[in-house]
């Protein structure tokens, strides 16, 4: 694939080229893929850099390349074309078009209506300190656990810590978001100094924000292994749990150092994910 403008930084204080953009993306293809493949995305593309002006894109153009593909979803509007990839040719063109981040739906496109993970986003508020997102990440784990339900951690590459949960295609949107919502206020109800459920940042001043409100339909979270378009060019990186206690930021990994931890990683963090088919609780 021909990569225009190879020699544009794209990430000014980190120095990193579009060519060096291009060669993580094609170093962590197959985890990225893992990840992205076969489901609905929305792309964060930014023309001018990380620093300049960046937009959202779910739709699908033809512009976007011949890897990238279409499918006809409902929307309040009617039905409109998203778009999706499932190979390595796929993600470079995207790369191509100025895409650095990529956030997938929770389904895929095989059964669009039909959920197959949950993400609770902790996001801190002013004042909350690391060790505070990982001790709701770690009770976040702990609740979810007495539900019989495993999940995974993810630096988000931002602010915060993503706790992931894979579960059986079946439950529909609403059951999904009904029991995340379910989840998020418990713990705010049972630890209110320390956990908050609701988006109003005038109530989130030094507590983490429990966010469940990525599990509707057309909701999407940041996969792991896509940069992040801010300061540095960090990564959302998937991690084992027990090396939560070792990492000192959510940003701790930006594009080099995560090239280098996927190149030196023997196995998956996140080893038997993508088999694992639990069934959401009832009645929660």
Known sequence: ????????????????????????????????????????????????????????QKHHADSLGTHVHAIELEQKSG??????????????????????EFHPWGSRIAAPERPDRLVFDLDPGRGVGWPDIVGAARAMRRAL????????????????????????????????RGFCEAMARKMAEADPERYVATMAKA??????????????????????????????APVAVPIRWRELGSVERPDAFHLVRAKQRAARLRGDPWEGFDSMRQKLPAGD
């Open 1 to 56: 694939m021909r990569l225009t403008s190879p020699d544009r930084v794209v990430f000014k204080g980190a120095g990193c080229t579009k060519r060096d953009v291009a060669d993580y993306y094609r170093a962590v293809a197959d985890r990225l893929l893992a990840e992205i493949a076969g489901r609905p995305l929305s792309l964060l593309r930014c023309p001018d850099g990380a620093g300049g002006d960046c937009f959202f």
């Open 79 to 100: 039905p409109a074309q998203y778009l999706y990839i499932d190979d390595v040719e796929g993600l470079l063109q995207l790369v191509q078009m100025n895409t650095l």
């Open 145 to 176: 656990k007495r539900t019989g339900l495993e999940s995974f951690v993810r630096l988000s590459g931002g602010k915060g810590l993503h706790v992931v949960v894979p579960i059986a295609p079946g439950p529909s949107w609403d059951e999904v």
């Open 203 to 232: 109530k989130r001043g030094g507590k983490v924000f429990i966010d469940w409100l990525r599990n509707a339909r057309g909701q999407t979270s940041v996969a792991s292994w896509s940069l992040r378009a801010r300061k540095g």
